[in-house]
């Protein structure tokens, strides 16, 4: 159970799993696979909200993006994911995957499950609004799983705060100097392992305004020395150096978020660190 419990322990990153006799194989979003020595029937028990579309596949429902009927009576229908793969959905499993489908389906497009159409939503994601509500935690990156794996990490275990996330960083000053001070973030995360020079710039221009410099701002960074220098160099309250992988970025943003939610005392704010991750003291 070592091995097994830490590689379900995020299973918002896995689009499937395929069965191999009394092994299987979990397949992430970002490619990578592993090989447990579990049947795929247990792994069917300890992951509820998956979907056995055939005796060998297990799939996540929030990566299937359409569903097609079986052409002709006695024949297989299929089963379409966002990564371009496909298999067979069996047909006694048929209107079991059908059901579990249902709720992710608009009413008007209800009927194009068994067409073949794209209706079916992908993955959520999650925007940044014009005004940032209070008790928020805002997320820079330009990696759509990373946000997608913050924003459920924040809705599970910090379900007072709202998660924003944002693909750009340089309107942000600006953005934020048009809103009040109790409007401010709880925190901001600066991912800047692809875009670099746009992060640093934001975060020194944030530093240097004389109210939004009182942000608590993190920077994730690739695992570089110089990296990191440039980070304290432009006042980063903290610069994490972080290897590539989702299950890492999971873990520290749980860390980083322990600590600067309930844990750091800002100026103003000694009296509100009373909140934990299961409620309220």
């Known amino acids: 159970m070592s091995v097994i419990k830490p590689a379900l322990q995020y299973p918002e990153l896995i689009t499937h799993l395929s069965g191999a006799n009394n092994y ?16 795929i029937s247990y792994l069917e028990c300890e992951l509820p909200g998956f979907i056995r579309a055939h ?7 929030e990566y299937v993006k359409s569903l097609h009927q079986p052409p002709r009576q006695k024949m297989a229908g299929e089963i379409h994911l966002n990564n371009g793969l496909s298999f067979p ?40 609004d014009i005004t940032l509500p209070e008790k928020s935690i805002l997320l820079v990156t330009d990696d759509e799983a990373s946000a997608l794996l913050m924003g459920q990490t924040i809705e599970k275990k910090w379900p007072n705060y709202r998660f924003h996330s ?10 934020l100097m048009g809103v009040s001070e ?5 925190l901001l995360i600066l991912d800047a392992r692809t875009t670099t020079l746009e992060r640093l710039h934001t975060l020194q221009k944030l530093k240097q305004h004389p109210q939004l410099c009182r942000l608590p701002i993190i920077l ?29 970025f999971a873990q520290t943003i749980e860390r980083v978020c322990q ?8 100026p103003g704010a000694v009296a509100t660190k009373t909140e934990t991750a299961d409620g309220v003291k």
């Open 166 to 175: 944002t693909t750009q960083a340089n309107h942000l000053p600006d953005l």
């Open 259 to 266: 600590f600067w939610l309930l844990t750091a005392a800002l």
């Open 220 to 248: 994730l960074v690739s695992p570089t020395d110089s990296l990191v220098t440039d980070g304290y160099r432009r006042q980063a309250n903290s610069v994490i150096s972080l290897q590539d992988g989702y299950i890492t």
């Open 89 to 128: 959905v069996s047909r006694r499993r048929w209107n079991q995957v059908v059901d579990a489908l249902a709720y992710r389906i608009s009413p008007i497009s209800s009927k194009n499950i068994v067409d073949g159409s794209d209706s079916i939503t992908s993955p959520r994601t999650i925007s940044l």
């Open 182 to 186: 109790e409007e401010y973030p709880a």
């Open 24 to 39: 299987c194989w979990l397949h992430f979003r970002n490619g990578e696979k592993k090989l447990l020595a579990k049947p």
């Open 55 to 61: 005796k060998t596949v297990l799939i996540n429902p």
